[in-house]
Every structure is written in structure tokens, then in C-alpha cells.
């Protein structure tokens, strides 16, 4: 879900800002059409003071993976039928497998959930959406929001609950990678995202973590130049990110890794992992229970391009709920995993 709390952040890009500048839904909201080229990153970065007239340089910054983000219309999309409410929608050519989905207004920009196109086709679709901008929206402004909503995956019942505290809390100048820019806006959103999660009326247990999201705006370009995200969750910490990089240094790969299942769910002595990934990539499978301890960790050479199943012994595990993580070192994957 790492990545996939990545791409929720992008979504936060509704405007931009210097000290004279309001943000506007005419100047700012993203709209269908917009492709912009992106680079992530996920180590640790310091996004330095806030307050006005300031200047942070984050040209250092080191890659770990290139992608596209694009604004489309909901209606070509495979959840269109799950959200009639959205008049758009984003993909990422990093996260092919996932939609998010958005209603923008005059008013406020919204996330109204999102959709994985992955082997259990989930939806996750926010009953009570999260407010992702207000209109307009200037330095040391403010907005708080809460939302609300629920997935069965496997046949866990999952209840999210998000709380979200902004503030429009620095401008200046910033240089990334790419470039220089003048007169941005920084944003600061607190996030706090709890997770209850059900097996019928059996109840599991409760997953929360806390976000503190900084994004920079600058004028005339509707997502954030820069965004850095940084979460904790029961002691285990973890800061990713991304910047807007020019198309010349994207070279995109083709058969990265993609999905991840995981049969039987909820399983008893054994399970099946499934998913994408090319010949010669490291492939490390890990399982990870609620306290963020590593239990287990695989590593596996892939010998051929394609679909991935590989079967794993649980008898040494304990009955609860477990997070299952594969990696190739450049993209993360992850789902619930149930033992009973």
C-alpha cells in the first residue's frame, strides 16, 4: 500500500502559490489531460523551516524510480461504474494497476477512493470523501477534514478512518533535481489513517498510521514540484516521495513488478503468492506481523518474464493478522495476510 499512499499525496497537487498568490480551482485544479513526468524516492529527507521568504534546496535528491502521472476521464476507466460521482481520475505508469479516483469543483477537490486492478480487483471507495483543497486556498490558510471507507478483501472486512489537518505554512524558492523555482507554496498535512479490520463479527485488530505530507506549488503547474511524505506506524518509520523530472529521464521498463495475491486468504498451513515481475530481477518476499517485526524474508531469482507463483510454508506462524511485502528494489507491493 506504500506505494499506493504515494500516489494519494499526488492528488494533494490542486494549486500553487507565492505571497501575493490565492490558490484557484481556474489556475491550479488538475485537469483531464494533464501527463506529467515524474521521479520517486524513498529515503530519509529534511523538508526545513517553515515561515515566509524561505529557501530549500533539494537538488541531492536520489532517484529510485521514474513514472507518468496522468489526469484522464473516469468514464475510460475500469471502476468507473464504482465512483458515477467522479469527473476524474489518475493513473500512474509506476503503479499501472492502480486508479484514483477524484471530484473536482469550483469549490474543494476531493478523493472519492480508489480502485486496484490487480487479481482481486479491489475498490476501496471513500462513503465520506477526503478533502484534498479548498478554493481558494492562500499562505497560512487552513483546512480539516475527516472520511470514511470500507473493503472486504479475501473476506476481511476493512473500516478506514482518515483525519486530515492542513496548513499552507511556507513560501520561497526551492531547486529540485530538474530545476530552480520561484515564489512556491509549501503545504503541510498532518494525516492520521486508522485501519479496523473484521473477519465477520470476529474482530482482528486495529493498524493506524500517521502521516506528515509536505508538497511545494509553483505557479502554472498543477501538481507539486516536490512532495515528501513521512509515516510511522507502531515505531516503523518511513519517508518517500517525488519530484517532477523532465521526459528525458524517464525510461520507462516494461513487465516491472505488478500485483500481488495471495491464495488461500485466509490460509492455515500454507499459502500461494502470486505476481508479475522479468527475468533477472531480485525478488525478495517478506512477512511482516502487526508490530512491523520481519518474521520472514525470501529472496528469489527470477528465471523467466511473467507471472510469478510461489509457495510458502506457514506452520511456523502464529493465528492473526500479517502484512506480506514484495520487493525488487525498486517498487514495493503488499497485502493483508490472515491466518486462522
Known sequence: MKKMY????????????????????????????????????????DP????????????????????IYQAVDPDGTPFSNDFPESNIAYTYSSSEDVYTYGQNSPSEALNNGVGFDEADMTVIHYSDPATLMIYPFSYTGTFTDTYYGEYTISGLLTHERGTINAVADAWGSITTPLQSYNDVLRVKIDRVVVDSMWIGSLFISTVTVNYTDYSWFAPDIRIPVLCITMSESQGVYDTTGYYIASPQQINETTDRLAFLNIYPNPAR?????????????????SIIDMSGKELFRQDNNILSTGIQNIPLSLKEFHNGLYLVKISDGTKVKSAKLVIR
Open 269 to 285: 498451513d500454507h499459502i500461494s503468492i502470486t505476481f508479475k515481475a522479468k527475468y533477472g530481477d531480485q525478488v525478495s518476499i
Open 48 to 67: 526545513g523551516p517553515a515561515g515566509a521568504n524561505q529557501t530549500w534546496d533539494f537538488s541531492t535528491l536520489m532517484e529510485s524510480e521514474n513514472g
Open 6 to 45: 504515494i500516489l494519494f499525496i499526488a492528488l494533494l497537487s490542486t494549486g500553487t502559490l507565492f505571497s501575493q498568490y490565492t490558490i484557484t480551482y481556474s489556475g491550479n485544479c488538475p485537469q483531464i489531460g494533464d501527463a506529467i513526468h515524474q521521479t520517486y524516492f524513498n529515503h530519509p529527507v
